[in-house]
């Protein structure tokens, strides 16, 4: 059974930065990509950012890119999404997700979601 542990959230003042950890377990082989998605009050869900497994390619939000860096770390099963000089704007709760293939944007082609971790960033 594949799950999927997010970590690394908080309260933060606007400008701060914040890495969020996606521990993945029983990844079966053929999941290519993760992804960070985020749920901000009243919004729906949106995806951030995107990474195949290998590491070779990336996608960003255009809000989040430039100041947002996507990682994977296969030895340790770990997808990690580094976000700097954080604004309110980016206040929700974020998840991660599996999909068994790169470049999925939404949500129905990710397989298995976190629980979502807590970023709020104060003005």
């Known amino acids: 059974q594949v799950q999927l542990v997010e970590s690394g959230g908080g309260l933060v003042q606007a400008g701060a930065s914040l890495r969020l950890s996606c521990e993945v377990s029983g990844r079966p082989f053929n999941f290519d990509a993760m992804a960070w998605f985020r749920r901000a009050p009243g919004y729906e869900r949106e995806l951030v950012a995107a990474i195949e497994w290998s590491g070779w390619r990336t996608w960003y939000k255009g809000s989040v890119k430039g100041r947002s860096t996507i990682t994977t770390d296969n030895a340790k099963n770990t997808g990690l999404l580094e976000m700097d000089s954080l604004k309110p704007d980016d206040t929700a709760v974020y998840y991660c997700?599996?999909?068994?293939?790169?470049?999925?944007?939404?949500?129905?082609?990710?397989?298995?979601w976190g629980q979502g971790t807590q970023v709020t960033v104060s003005s």
């Open positions: 997700a599996e999909a068994n293939f790169y470049g999925a944007t939404v949500e129905t082609a990710y397989l298995v």
